[in-house]
Nanobody, 122 residues
């Protein structure tokens, strides 16, 4: 059974940085595709960044140039480096394991991490 375990959240001042990690454990046959989402109370979960099995990345306009998604294949771990953080980045962040069918595109799957809080405040 595959599980996703997130880490790295916390409280940071505006302009600061955090790195989130999402480690996939269990049995799966290939390099993972992953998406990072965030959600605030009363709003829908939004896709922040994604990486396909082939390594293609995509970002929401609100985080382009500030966030970077990357992957360590040996560790089956995907990272979200968040720089120049703003108060509006405050949210619960979730990782999602992408479907294995596509190499070039991230397609959302059914498996989610438990969620990790990121708070940007002075």
């Amino acid at each position: 059974q595959v599980q996703l375990v997130e880490s790295g959240g916390g409280l940071v001042q505006p302009g600061g940085s955090l790195r989130l990690s999402c480690a996939a454990s269990g049995s799966f046959a290939s390099v993972v595709a992953m998406g990072w989402y965030r959600q605030t109370p009363g709003k829908q979960r939004e896709l922040v960044a994604s990486i396909s099995r082939g390594g293609s990345t995509n970002y929401a306009d609100s985080v382009k140039g500030r966030f970077t998604i990357s992957r360590d294949n040996a560790k089956n771990t995907v990272y979200l480096q968040m720089n120049s953080l703003k108060p509006e980045d405050t949210a619960l962040y979730y990782c999602n394991l992408g479907r294995p069918y596509s190499v070039d595109d991230y397609l959302p799957g059914n498996l989610w991490g438990q969620g990790i809080q990121v708070t940007v405040s002075s």
